[in-house]
């Protein structure tokens, strides 16, 4: 092996675990010098349990170290105190609940551990150092919404629970940490930027918007911003309008993005208010990003008008659009506050020239009287890479981020909108647009099953979800079989669950 070349030898090196290099590099003095630079993964995960900062900053001053790091990610996520005897004990087999004691027992060590250290936004000069001493840094990730914890056995508990595990931040605390990161980045050239649950209340403090304005170099150069912002219920409405302006301008210093991701959260938690976006305050002066190929809108509220202007401003270009997401608890769709989704979709249909997919997921409804509310519920049919969910493994409950009665996908709409075509049939958990062809009834009669029929027994909820009868079968009283009702069982209740009264 002594005489292969170094490009296979940097092969074998990418292709090896941590232990696989370290043992690989015991092997020979040459390998030894080649593989030293496969030390440190080429992703770099800092958590406030431990101390990261001073990782990585020694990482960043050694000479030869210090290129290996491409995309780093600061988590700054905790756990809610109450993880395990809300949401964990009703949902784990025994042996698993064993597996969580011990796993929650190494947490309570860990964040007595992070108490000691210094807090992150203290730290400023020392991450400063470390990032400007990074040169190939292209991506880099802060969240507050993300499990820092992993054991063997759990990695798909939170997700496939789909539990809201982390508990929100200080929003003081979360403003100083990322107004920390972004101080930090400014002589850094990125690619991609994420920020997971980023507060609102960053662009209502005079010194927060400074440190961003001041990052043309930092926003300039991205080609992908990731932002998920977390909307308190108690900024006023002057502040409110000032911080959503100060977003506006940082999306301004952004004209070379291809991937932009914006959604809200309310908090403490609103219902299912969603946060009204004013397109003309967010993209001041008809922002057109002339690049942009990627998408997606979540959990908001917005017009009809705004949201078709801005996307038929980027029909050239825009190849993927995703609308709503999972959000908090699955309900991360969009509403609008005006106009009806079937003109939108409608009226867009062969304009958007460019666009190749569609993914809708979460609720959508419009309108305020019942008579012409529109209201639909869409499960997610691929995940955020447009890689598809399907098949068993994805079925019922097992998909990540649905509910019950979420028993239908975009992919007719995404048909509709590029392929054209007649309009898809839509259901949703409460209230169907109505049917204006036919001749209308002054006391329509109530529907045989409602399109999302819910009885909670025994802590289980049954979701039945009503397909559409032909006329025939609603003048037989049957279903064919292709109409027979889908039925999906959850082990978590729908917020339309109600007690079980009567006799079913």
């Known amino acids: 092996m002594d005489s292969l070349p170094v490009e296979l030898v940097r092969l074998i090196f990418q292709y090896c675990d941590a232990p696989s290099v370290r043992t690989l590099r015991l092997g020979a003095m040459r390998y030894a010098f080649i593989g030293y630079e496969y030390l440190i993964p080429a992703h770099f ?6 101390d990261d900062v001073q990782r990585l900053h020694n990482i960043a001053c050694h000479e030869r170290l210090r290129g290996a790091i491409q995309s780093l990610a600061f988590n700054f996520s905790k756990l809610r105190e109450d993880f395990v005897e809300l949401d964990l004990n009703q949902h784990l087999s025994p042996d698993r609940l064993a597996m969580v004691d011990d796993f929650w027992y190494n947490v309570s060590w860990r964040e007595e551990v992070s ?14 150092a470390a990032l400007r001493r990074l040169p190939n840094l292209k991506a880099l990730e802060v969240t507050f919404n993300k499990s820092p914890h992993t054991a063997d056995g759990l990695g798909d508990l939170f997700e496939h629970y789909d539990l809201q595990a982390c508990r929100i931040q200080d929003d003081d605390i979360a403003v100083e940490t990322v107004t920390t990161v972004i101080s930090a980045l400014q002589n850094t050239r990125l690619d991609s930027l994420t920020v997971d649950h980023l507060p609102l209340r960053t662009f209502a403090s005079p010194r927060a918007r400074k440190i961003w304005f001041g990052s043309q170099a930092v926003f300039g150069n991205l080609s992908r911003l990731d932002l998920v912002i977390t909307v308190p219920n108690d900024l006023g ?62 959990c908001m509220s917005c017009t009809e008008t705004d949201l078709k202007q801005f996307l038929l401003r980027h029909s050239s270009t825009l190849e993927r659009l995703r609308l709503g997401g999972r959000g908090l608890e699955a309900w991360g769709g969009i509403s609008l506050s005006e106009g009806r989704w079937k003109s ?10 460019a666009l190749k997919r569609l993914h809708l997921q979460g609720d959508f409804e419009s309108g305020r009287l019942v008579r012409f509310k529109e209201k639909w519920a869409f499960r997610a049919s691929t995940d955020e890479d447009w890689n598809p969910l399907d098949g068993p493994e994805f079925s019922g409950r097992d998909r990540p981020g649905d509910w019950v009665g979420y028993n239908q996908d975009s992919r007719e709409l995404e048909k509709f909108l590029i392929d054209g075509g007649p309009w898809p049939i839509l259901w949703g958990p409460a209230f169907t647009t109505p049917d204006f062809t036919s001749s209308p009834s002054p006391s329509p009669s109530p529907p045989l099953l409602s399109s999302d029929h819910q009885y909670a027994l025994n802590g289980l909820s049954f979701g039945y979800q009503a397909a559409p009868m032909s006329s025939a079968a609603g003048q037989n009283g049957a279903h064919h079989g292709s109409d027979l009702p889908t039925s999906i069982i959850s082990h978590r209740p729908h917020p339309s669950s109600a007690p079980l009264s009567g006799n079913v």
Do not use: C, I
């Open 344 to 353: 939108f979709f409608t009226s867009l249909r062969g304009k958007l020239t």
């Open 237 to 298: 409405p002057s502040r409110l309008q000032r911080a959503v302006l100060s977003l506006g301008e940082v999306l301004q210093l952004s004209p070379n993005l291809t991937d932009l991701r914006l959604g809200f959260r309310r908090y403490p938690r609103h219902g299912s208010q969603k946060f009204h976006v004013q397109f003309d305050a967010l993209f001041k002066n008809h922002l057109t990003l002339k690049k942009l190929k990627n998408l997606k809108l979540e």
């Open 115 to 128: 108490r000691d250290m210094a807090p992150f936004h203290t730290r400023r000069d020392t991450v400063e």
């Open 45 to 50: 995960t800092a958590v406030e349990w431990r």
